[in-house]
């Protein structure tokens, strides 16, 4: 069992950065893959970045690359997300994500633990 718990969100202006945090607790974090998923207002859950288990492969959505940056430490039972170049269109609520085996996903339902997420507000 993976728990799981967001940090990092906030408001930030048009272009600026933020940097999402994953705090995971239990022994199985090391050999789950990770994932950043978002939600806005009215929208599905919409998947956002993966990292394999121990970092070595990441994969993000076509929105997001070359912005955002998933990154992971084992040793700390961390996961971030670092955003640059935020836009409007990012303003959700983020969350981390976590699956039993090497592979991330970019199916909600492969995920087996979920944090409670954290508001992210890009404003104009």
């Known amino acids: 069992q993976v728990q799981l718990e967001e940090s990092g969100g906030g408001l930030v202006q048009a272009g600026g950065s933020l940097r999402l945090s994953c705090a995971g607790a239990?022994?199985?974090?090391?050999?789950?893959?990770m994932g950043w998923f978002r939600q806005a207002p009215g929208k599905e859950r919409e998947f956002v970045a993966h990292?394999?288990?121990?970092?070595?492969?990441?994969y993000y959505t076509d929105s997001v690359k070359g912005r955002f940056t998933i990154s992971r430490d084992n040793s700390m039972n961390m996961v971030w997300l670092q955003m640059n170049s935020l836009k409007p269109e990012d303003t959700a609520i983020y969350y981390c994500?976590?699956?039993?085996?090497?592979?991330?996903?970019?199916?909600?339902?492969?995920?087996?633990?979920w944090g409670q997420g954290t508001q992210v507000t890009v404003s104009s």
């Open positions: 990292i394999s288990w121990r970092g070595g492969a990441t």
């Open positions: 994500a976590a699956r039993r085996g090497f592979w991330g996903a970019t199916n909600a339902r492969d995920y087996d633990y």
């Open positions: 239990g022994r199985t974090f090391g050999a789950s893959a």
